[in-house]
Each structure stands twice: as structure tokens, then as C-alpha cells.
């Protein structure tokens, strides 16, 4: 190692440089004030500042910021006060959620006889009763629909969708460059590396989709020998599981939240890891669960993984059909002389229509009844017990049937899951979290809409909607607009760092694992069955925050053990012949971008340097693995 670190002969200098080119194009907006993270625990105390833009010295908060954070809506604040001037009981009936609000309802006379389950609050709709439309409008209510972008309308293509979207304007400019392959590998990946931009590039944005939308066709060699540490985590039967495990040991469901890590960071097959992480929150079930020692795995084989670009009848029926799903939902204890209407609920909320559907409790109670028999046998298969079922005639929303047989029950309820599944509303609630997952929290309606009409006209199909979703202006727009959450954030450091499998897998996943519960994200584990939020108000956490930031240090400075972890020094393989130049090359290998003077020279400063300083160390003497870990720190990284 040189002995100067540094050489500040004024004759020798060089004016700073920076690394340009068509990926790394300048960002020209206003870079924001950083935006005050409160914890979880003053976040309430706080709501009622929220509901108004931050204003500070440096003015109000950015467009961008507001876009990705949301204040949220002054009925929020208004239903909060009549809660505290009504007292306690009322705060306790507020926290029963939306079925609650149904029950005690205004009161109204059913005009409709086809099923008789009483009267008054049974017949108003959680929509009617002021529910949210789901859970994560409750922290984006107050912005509505993002309806201009800056572009929207639907090309032939995705590669000339991105051409129209960057000709235009961004209505709410981000810190992150525009380039469109950046925004796909942001979008589409968890995060990009050098190898991804390599590959978009060789092939272009239209056949690397082709490409991702065809996974089985596509190569997985080192996430595949990673998962050699989980071998259950493939396991699609459950007779496989307890041949392999002991009995209530949840070594199965623990191999699978480590499976997922791995996964994420080291799959070829980066969109359809995607997928699965979103239809895993979609129809979720928590991991590990008491009951899913055995059942929990080939769920995720048999139903997330196998549907997760397919259709989501598909994918619907067979969750209806898991043992794991009817244990999580407690449909195993449900019987048609004692009906529990826990799975017949989130059927309609969270799994298809969603409160903004319509259904009332009538509805859910109807529900309820169509699914009684299906349940788990003692070895963990799926069971239908006829015995079990509820007969008689049943309405939920425009779907009746006699339902006189027992023995036709469960043909009876896979009909009326397709019914669901295909349902108008149906198409609206997945196309809105489609968007929310690759464009923006609160996304426009008219994509949302072109969204759920291809859904509809492809009978439920996936890919179809995803293709449209990928040349529609709004994707390409929307650079910037995508806050990461914590496991997101960690598994694109992970990647773009070169962090790779090592000798010693069962531990490295073990030590991943627990560091995302330290993060608030652990893989599968909400445990509600609404799945993780995917906005980034949900997030918002000054320990979560300092949390994100230990992991960067993690992974610059080799911490995992058991894995390959790259060098720092490795980083700056360019030659750069100033401490700014340094940066901005520093700046492309992690971020994709230099950052803008002032933040570049705020980690000169603490570097305790200047600009045109010779760099004669391309460790600069060991401060690297410290400096590194600050590029990953700053909004450029935390964004998508």
C-alpha cells in the first residue's frame, strides 16, 4: 500500500471529473431536503402534522415526495377526533375494523328474501359503512389517484413506451436518472447489477421481458445451488415434509423464509421472484404459523409458485384447496352446525373483491357457509368432509345457487370461487396493487383501469395484464416514485454489492434471516393475513432506518460470514485521478449515478479532503469500507 494516501500539490490537480454517458445521465431536478423518519411509536402523536406538507427552511416538501408519501386525508383526522370525543368504547369499536362497522350499521329493512340471515347492519356493505377500500389506502387516502404522471396511454411495445415516456415531463421529478433500463432493472429486479444492465442492453428491454415472462426456460444455476442449504424449501408435498422433518417442527417453514433470501438475491428468474413475493402478500399466510409445520411449503410450491404467472382462478382455487390455507383462515374449524366466517371474509376483502365490492355481511356469512367441508386431514392433505357441509340456498353479490347436496359442495364452491376471481371488482383490486407494486403508491386511474379490463378479457391471465402493464406510459414515467421497503433495501444491497454464496449457506441464511427481523420484514412474516403494505408511508421508522443502514455496512465490510463477500477496494476498479472523480466513479458502481456536487462534497468533507485531492490509494487508505456504506445510505439507494 502507497504511503500518502493523498497528494495536495496544487501543480498537479486535476480539474474534478465526472463519469458521463447515456446510462449515468445527470439528474437536473431539485435534490429535496431529507424528509424526518419518525418510529412507530410517535407516529400517532405525529398524524395530525402529517396531514399538511412539511415546511421548512428549505421550503416546502418536493413533488416527488409527496407523490411516494402521501399526506394522508383530513377524514383521518376527522374520524380520529370523533373517536377521543366519544371515549374509549368507541376507540375499541374502531379497532374491530371494517366488519364491525357493517354490524353496527344503520339499520335497513332487506327487501331481498333469497336468503334469510336477519336483518339491519347485516345488509350494509363495509364501503357504505366508510371502510377504507383496503389497507394501504389508509396510509394514502389523503392524495387520490395520481392521474397525470407526466404521461400516460398504452404503445405497441414496452421498449417504445419507455421512447414516448422520456420524450415527456415527469409531473413529479425524482433524485434517480431516467434511464429506462435503470427503471426496469428497479422495477422488475430487486435491485439491478452490472451483469442485469449487461444483459438489457445485449438484449434489449422487449426480449429481456420475453426473457423474465418465460422462466422455466430460463437458467438458475446459482440460486439453485444456494437452495442445496433449504433442501425443504422444494418440497411440494407433505408426506415429503414429514418424512423430513419431526413432527411440529418448523424446520420446513424456516428453510422456506431462508429459501426466499436466497432467492431474491440470486435468482436469473428476477421478475417472477417478484410475483411470488407478490401474490405471497396477496394470499398471504404467515411463516412460520402454528399448523403450517407441515403444509406451509407446498403451499408456496403448489399454489404461489406454480400460479404466480398464470391465471388467478387458477391460483384462487387452489388456495382454497391447501390445508394450509384452511388451517391459517381456521376453515378446519368451521362446520356446518357452528360456522366460522374467518376464511368466507378475507375470501371477499383481501382475496378477490375487496370492500370496495360491495358485499355486506350477509354476503360474508354466505360465504362462509359455501366453504364449510373444506378443511385438513391429520396428515396434512387437503380434505373435503361433506358431512361437514352447510346446504341449503346461499347469494353472495350476483352469485346464488340451491346448494341442496352435500356432495356437490365443494363443486358448488369452486364455482363460486371462479365467480370471484373473475369478477369486475376482482380485476380492479388486483390491477390497483399491480400498480402500486411496479409504478406508484397512489396510481392513475386510467391505468388501473386498462389494467383491469385485460384482466378480464384474459380471463384472469397474468402475463397478458403484465405485458400491458409494461407498455403503458405510466410504468416508464414513474422513475423514482417506488420507496424500497427494509427487505427490499436489503437484498438490492446484497446484489448490487456482489455479495455471493459461500461455504458455509445454512448459516449465512440463518444470519440474513435474522437481520430482516431486525429490520421489521422478515420473509413471510406478517402476520395478518392483509400481507405486508407495499407504500411507503407503512415504513416509515427511524429505527427501521438505522437498522437499513447497519446492513450496508454488513455487506461493504464482508460481515456475513459464510458467503463470498467482494472486497471493498474492489468497488473503483477505474482509474480516477481527483478525490471527485473517485465519487463519481464510486457513486456509478452502486447507485447507477454520480450524486449532485453538494452531496459529493459533503463525503469529501468527511473524508477530510478536497475536490481535486490526488487519490493515490484506490482504498484511500482504508476509509473505504466506511465511505461506501454512506453512498448506500442516501435516498438515491433507499428509492426504486
Request: neutral net charge.
Amino acid at each position: 500500500m502507497p504511503e500518502r494516501l493523498f497528494s495536495d500539490d496544487p501543480s498537479s490537480a486535476d480539474a474534478p471529473k465526472k463519469s458521463k454517458g447515456a446510462l449515468f445521465a445527470d439528474y437536473t431536478g431539485e435534490f429535496p431536503l431529507p424528509r424526518v423518519l419518525r418510529d412507530k411509536q410517535t407516529a400517532q402523536d405525529d398524524e395530525t402534522a402529517a396531514i399538511q406538507p412539511r415546511r421548512g427552511p428549505g421550503g416546502p416538501a418536493p413533488a416527488w415526495l409527496r407523490a411516494g408519501r402521501p399526506a394522508l386525508h383530513e377524514l383521518t383526522r376527522n374520524r380520529r377526533q370523533a373517536l377521543m370525543a366519544l371515549g374509549g368504547g368507541a376507540v375499541a369499536i374502531g379497532g374491530l375494523g371494517s366488519g364491525a362497522a357493517a354490524v353496527l350499521g344503520r339499520p335497513e329493512t332487506d327487501g331481498d328474501d333469497f336468503v334469510k340471515t336477519g336483518n339491519g347492519g347485516g345488509n350494509v356493505s363495509p364501503q357504505e359503512a366508510g371502510s377504507f377500500s383496503n389497507r394501504d389506502s389508509s396510509y394514502t387516502s389523503g392524495q387520490g389517484d395520481l392521474n397525470d404522471l407526466g404521461a400516460s396511454g398504452l404503445a405497441d411495445t414496452p421498449s417504445a413506451a419507455a421512447v414516448a415516456a422520456m420524450r415527456a415531463t415527469p409531473r413529479f421529478p425524482s433524485p434517480l436518472n431516467r434511464d429506462p433500463v435503470l427503471h426496469l432493472l428497479r422495477r422488475c429486479t430487486f435491485g439491478p447489477t452490472q451483469a442485469d444492465i449487461a444483459a438489457v442492453k445485449q438484449l434489449g428491454i422487449d426480449a429481456w421481458l420475453d426473457q423474465q415472462l418465460d422462466p422455466a426456460n430460463l437458467p438458475d444455476p446459482v440460486a439453485d445451488a444456494a437452495l442445496k442449504a433449504t433442501p425443504t424449501a422444494t418440497m411440494a408435498g407433505a408426506a415429503d415434509i414429514r418424512a423430513a422433518v419431526k413432527e411440529y417442527d418448523n424446520k420446513a417453514m424456516n428453510e422456506l423464509s431462508r429459501a426466499v433470501i436466497a432467492r431474491q438475491i440470486w435468482s436469473t428468474r428476477q421478475l417472477f421472484e417478484v410475483m411470488v413475493d407478490f401474490w405471497n402478500n396477496h394470499l398471504n399466510i404467515t411463516s412460520p404459523f402454528d399448523g403450517g409445520w407441515d403444509t406451509r411449503v407446498p403451499y408456496d410450491v403448489n399454489v404461489i409458485r406454480k400460479h404466480a404467472l398464470g391465471k388467478f382462478s387458477d391460483m384462487l382455487i387452489a388456495s382454497a384447496r391447501d390445508p394450509a390455507m384452511m388451517r391459517y383462515l381456521d376453515n378446519t374449524s368451521s362446520d356446518r352446525r357452528n360456522v366460522n366466517e374467518n376464511y368466507g371474509r378475507e375470501l371477499l376483502e383481501l382475496h378477490t373483491v375487496g370492500i370496495d365490492g360491495g358485499y355486506t355481511e350477509k354476503d360474508v356469512r354466505n360465504s362462509a357457509y359455501l366453504m364449510t367441508g373444506r378443511t385438513a386431514a391429520r396428515d396434512g392433505t387437503f380434505k373435503y368432509d361433506q358431512g361437514r357441509h352447510w346446504t341449503g340456498a346461499v347469494k353472495v353479490l350476483g352469485f346464488q345457487h340451491a346448494n341442496k347436496s352435500a356432495k356437490d359442495g365443494l363443486a358448488v364452491g369452486d364455482a363460486y370461487l371462479m365467480y370471484l376471481a373473475t369478477h369486475p371488482s376482482t380485476a380492479r383490486y388486483i390491477a390497483r396493487k399491480l400498480a402500486v407494486r411496479f409504478v406508484c403508491d397512489t396510481p392513475p386511474q386510467a391505468l388501473v383501469d386498462r389494467l383491469a379490463k385485460t384482466y378480464q378479457e384474459s380471463g384472469s391471465a397474468v402475463v397478458p395484464v403484465l405485458k400491458v402493464l409494461f407498455r403503458s406510459l405510466e410504468f416508464w414515467i414513474a422513475a423514482g416514485l417506488k420507496t424500497r421497503r427494509p427487505l427490499e433495501n436489503f437484498v438490492a444491497t446484497a446484489r448490487v454489492v456482489g455479495t455471493k454464496p459461500g461455504s458455509d449457506m445454512a448459516r449465512a441464511l440463518d444470519d440474513l434471516y435474522s437481520f430482516t427481523r431486525k429490520l421489521g420484514q422478515p420473509p413471510l412474516g406478517w402476520e395478518p393475513p392483509d400481507g405486508y403494505p407495499d407504500v411507503a408511508t407503512a415504513w416509515s421508522s427511524a429505527a427501521g432506518m438505522l437498522e437499513t443502514w447497519n446492513a450496508h455496512r454488513a455487506f461493504v465490510q464482508g460481515q456475513w460470514k459464510g458467503l463470498s463477500n467482494p472486497k471493498a477496494d474492489t468497488l473503483v476498479a477505474q482509474p480516477a485521478a481527483t478525490l471527485a472523480t473517485y465519487l463519481d466513479v464510486l457513486c456509478n458502481r452502486l447507485i447507477f449515478q454520480p450524486m449532485k456536487p453538494a452531496e459529493r462534497d459533503a463525503l469529501i468533507k468527511f473524508l477530510g479532503a478536497r475536490p481535486e485531492t490526488r487519490v493515490t490509494d484506490p482504498n484511500l487508505g482504508g476509509k473505504l469500507p466506511n465511505l461506501a456504506p454512506l453512498v448506500l445510505d442516501s435516498i438515491y439507494h433507499a428509492l426504486r
